[in-house]
């Protein structure tokens, strides 16, 4: 039986940032239903460092959108994000 050592940012309550520092990894997604609370559900359970979630406004083809803006503080958990996170092969 392995053992898996607990978060301490799960612990602390830690673990998602109500800014997004510059320091962190940031991606951009279009805003779709429920799509925030999904990411959110999927990052708890695949990701172990800490993380952003929030909307933003972006300039888009000359048009102001809104978008979800995705923080990490680690980079290689915002690349395994864009491969893994089965709600992005959709947009």
């Not at 888009?60 to 958990?77: H, M």
Request: aromatic fraction near 14%.
């Amino acid at each position: 039986m392995i053992k898996k050592a607990p978060n301490y940012h799960n612990l602390l309550d830690t673990r998602q940032v109500d800014l997004l520092p510059p320091s962190f990894e940031t991606i951009s997604l279009p805003t779709m239903y429920n799509t925030q609370d999904s990411i959110t559900r999927w990052i708890y359970e695949n990701c172990k460092s800490r993380f952003y979630i929030g909307k933003g406004i972006e300039l888009q083809d000359n048009s102001v959108a809104t978008v979800v803006k995705v923080g990490f503080e680690d980079p290689k958990e915002a690349s395994y994000f864009v491969l893994a996170c089965p709600y992005l092969k959709y947009q």
